[in-house]
C-alpha cells in the first residue's frame, strides 16, 4: 500500500501562483511513476502532469504546458506541483497518484493510489 497526503491548495486570484505537495508513505518503492489529475464539478478527472521517481523525466498536458511544473524530491518521498499565471478554469480539486508503472498512460484508470485531493479556486 502506498499513503498519499496532499496539501498546499487554496484560494488565489487570476494569474497568481499556488504550489501543491503530496508525500508518500508505506510502500513506495512499488511506485515507478506520480501523477497530478483534477477534477472539476460535472467533469471527469483529467490528467495534469507525471513525473518518473528514477530521471525525474515530466509530461504536461497542453492546457497547462508553461504555467505548471512537475517536481520531486526523491529523499522526502514527496513531490511538487507549482502552478503559476493561474486561471478560473484551473479551478478543480487536484489528486495525487501513484503508479507502479513507470510510464504509465493518461488516463486515472492507471494509477494504483490517490490521495484524498485538494481544493484549488482561482477567481478572476
Known amino acids: 500500500q502506498v499513503q498519499l497526503v496532499e496539501s498546499g491548495g487554496g484560494l488565489v486570484q487570476a494569474g497568481g501562483s499556488l504550489r501543491l505537495s503530496c508525500a508518500a508513505a508505506?510502500?513506495?518503492?512499488?511506485?515507478?511513476?506520480m501523477g497530478w489529475f483534477r477534477q472539476a464539478p460535472g467533469k471527469e478527472r483529467s490528467f495534469v502532469a507525471d513525473?518518473?521517481?528514477?530521471?525525474?523525466?515530466?509530461r504536461y498536458a497542453d492546457s497547462v504546458k508553461g504555467r505548471f511544473t512537475m517536481s520531486r524530491d526523491n529523499a522526502k518521498n514527496t513531490v511538487y506541483l507549482q502552478m503559476n499565471s493561474l486561471k478560473p478554469e484551473d479551478t478543480a480539486v487536484y489528486y495525487c497518484?501513484?503508479?507502479?508503472?513507470?510510464?504509465?498512460?493518461?488516463?486515472?484508470?492507471?494509477?494504483?493510489?490517490w490521495g484524498q485531493g485538494t481544493q484549488v479556486t482561482v477567481s478572476s
Open positions: 497518484a501513484a503508479s507502479s508503472d513507470r510510464w504509465p498512460g493518461f488516463r486515472a484508470a492507471e494509477y494504483d493510489y
Open positions: 508505506g510502500r513506495t518503492f512499488s511506485s515507478s511513476a
Open positions: 513525473i518518473r521517481w528514477s530521471g525525474g523525466v515530466t
